[in-house]
């Protein structure tokens, strides 16, 4: 809503990367989200006479970080990140339950390991036009979640658990557009899940005309992300038949389904 709360825009960077841009109410200034290059988000920027304020990093991997060098050559802005991040870049080290203010708005930090040992989340918990955001880096994505590169099954699973308790009508950014494959995965799980395969349609069709997939819904994750149902009984029958578990508790069939996708 314009005038109100704040906005969001994206640029689209390398392959499949989403840089999420956080814009104050009267358009003067930004916070840019895992900026990966610089040159795209300065013409952005310079284009719209928006001041950078900040810089939000969620993990170290390259194409989240690589653009910050750059972008501290034009701007003497802090750089928001994890305590525990090998990124030499990051100038404010944040961790769990701590909060970030921007023009009003409050962001609190949550640890979300398994990607990488230094994932965290920014989540808005004031009401933001009709929803609560949460940036998340590339721990949830729509209709799947991060490989695990550095942590294990049982953190990835724990930090999916923290997400999952957010209100239902959180959007979730993600930094990356994997959606249509995750769904392809998604539906080969649950066949008979008819808002999953609804969900697919109407991604589809975004995807058709360059659309962004992104921000969907923490409730709409909830019912067609098989990484968040691992509880359901149709998802820990089609991994048990699969990797003929007996075992099936919760972080286990978590693992089996994160292995699954790997391979698929
Ligand atoms: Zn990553
Ligand atoms: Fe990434």
New binding site residues.
């Given amino acids: 809503m314009k005038g109100i709360g704040l906005d969001i825009e994206v640029i689209k960077s390398l392959s499949d990367n989403y840089i999420w841009i956080l814009i104050n109410y009267d358009k003067s200034a930004a916070f840019v989200v895992d900026p990966g290059e610089a040159s795209a988000v300065l013409s952005w920027l310079k284009k719209r006479k928006i001041k950078l304020l900040g810089i939000l990093i969620t ?1 170290h ?1 390259p ?2 970080t690589m653009g910050v060098k750059g972008l501290l050559n034009c701007y003497d802005v802090p750089v928001y990140g994890p305590h525990n991040s090998p990124a030499n870049c990051i100038t404010e080290k944040l961790q769990e339950n701590d909060d970030l203010i921007f023009h009003g708005k409050k962001f609190r930090v949550i640890e979300v390991p398994g ?2 040992h230094d994932h965290i989340a920014y989540f808005s918990s004031q009401i933001f036009g009709a929803n609560h955001i949460l940036f998340a ?2 721990t949830l994505f729509g209709g799947g979640c ?1 490989r695990l590169f550095e942590g294990t099954a049982q953190q990835m699973y724990g930090s999916l658990e923290k997400i999952k308790e957010l209100p239902q009508n959180t959007l979730i950014y993600s ?1 990356h557009e994997y959606t249509l494959a995750n769904l392809n995965f998604a539906i080969s799980i649950e066949p008979n899940n008819d808002t999953l395969k609804q969900r697919y349609l109407n991604d589809l069709q975004k995807r058709n005309v360059n659309q962004p997939t992104l921000p969907s819904l923490l409730s709409l994750e909830l019912a067609t992300n098989p990484f968040l149902r691992v509880k359901n009984d149709s998802v820990i029958s089609a991994v048990r038949e699969k990797f003929n578990i007996n075992d099936d508790s919760e972080y286990v069939i978590f693992e089996a389904l994160r292995k699954w996708k790997d391979i698929f």
Avoid: A
């Fill in positions: 993990h991997h194409d989240h990607h990488t880096g590339d991060g930094g």
